[in-house]
């Protein structure tokens, strides 16, 4: 790929944001690797520094990220700072009170960075190992998040606008994508990629169901009461998919107890979707 292909606007996940910038020359990294008390940021969250003083990424608070982009303009080397807590620097306090250790690097290996953002856009998890001094972290990258939405109707509408919105790639099938019975042939899932059926018609379900559930998606729901679970349960089973399998599936889907718009529905299922999502980040 050319440098040109390195750029943070043709990345759509925040978390790869500062990651893509660094591939450029002459943009340093900043990395959170230590925190003391609370921070509203987790271990690793990254922020990149243009040779212009612009800034790429989030670390929660502006005027920590102006004193980032000051500071590692004045660093030949890697070096990590205390911030807040224990610092004996008065420039910034967290308003959590707690301190915070960044490793700021003037010059991050671009091959690396080059080469993990490669693999992200492959669908493949990346690593980046962060050292300075003491500190020694391997920062894990996850492949963006993906959403298959196969639906009828405005509730099938409501994910995919919500999705654009929300800069989550989304791949939607209708119905007059689909043949009744059979498997959605485009439809591809990966271990970062999430299933979601929204019909009414459920007799739709159960070939769609059976291709996701033998799949690596990380998460598969169904639109639908008790009553609609309890009879895709028997019918699964009576194709023979396994107990494990049908285990997988969520159903009544979202985190609201029960939705009375489309809209409302997007949204309460969407927020479960990346609450699971960023648990397995968490877990990185």
């Known amino acids: 790929m050319m440098l040109a292909d390195y750029t943070s606007e043709t990345v759509s ?5 500062a990651l893509a910038a660094a591939c450029q020359p002459g943009v340093g990294l900043c990395t959170i ?8 940021r987790r271990l690793g969250a990254q922020l990149a520094v243009l040779p212009d003083g612009t800034t790429v990424g989030d670390l929660a608070d502006g005027c920590l990220e102006s004193q980032l982009a000051t500071d590692i303009t004045q660093c030949t080397q890697r070096r990590v700072v205390r911030y807040g807590r224990g610092s004996s620097r008065i420039d910034f306090r967290p308003p959590c009170g707690g301190g915070l250790d960044i490793l700021l690097d003037p010059e991050p290996e671009r091959r690396t960075c080059r080469s993990a953002l490669a693999a992200l856009r492959t669908r493949r998890p990346a690593r980046l190992l962060v050292e300075g001094g003491k500190h020694r972290l ?4 996850f492949p963006s998040l993906k959403l298959v939405a196969l639906g009828e109707g405005p509730e099938l509408q409501a994910v995919a606008n919500l999705c654009s919105a929300m800069k989550i790639d989304v791949e939607a099938f209708s119905k007059d994508d689909l043949t009744l019975g059979q498997v959605a042939r485009h439809a591809r899932y990966d271990p970062w990629t999430a299933c979601l059926l929204l019909f009414h018609d459920h007799e739709w379900e159960l070939a769609l169901l059976e291709q996701a559930l033998a799949s690596d998606a ?7 009461g008790e009553r609609a679970r309890s009879d895709r349960t028997m019918a699964l089973g009576a194709r023979g998919v396994s107990e494990e399998q049908i285990a997988r599936l969520t159903s009544p889907i979202g985190l609201l107890p029960a939705c009375k ?14 609450g699971r999502y960023e648990q397995m980040r968490a877990a990185a």
Do not use: K, M, N
Request: aromatic fraction near 10%.
């Open 218 to 224: 990380f998460y598969i729901g169904a639109q639908g």
């Open 13 to 17: 996940d925040e978390d790869h944001l």
């Open 138 to 141: 391997d920062r894990t990258y």
């Open 33 to 40: 690797v230590g925190i003391e008390g609370s921070f509203s």
């Open 261 to 274: 718009s489309p809209r409302d529905l997007a949204l309460s299922a969407l927020s479960q979707i990346v």
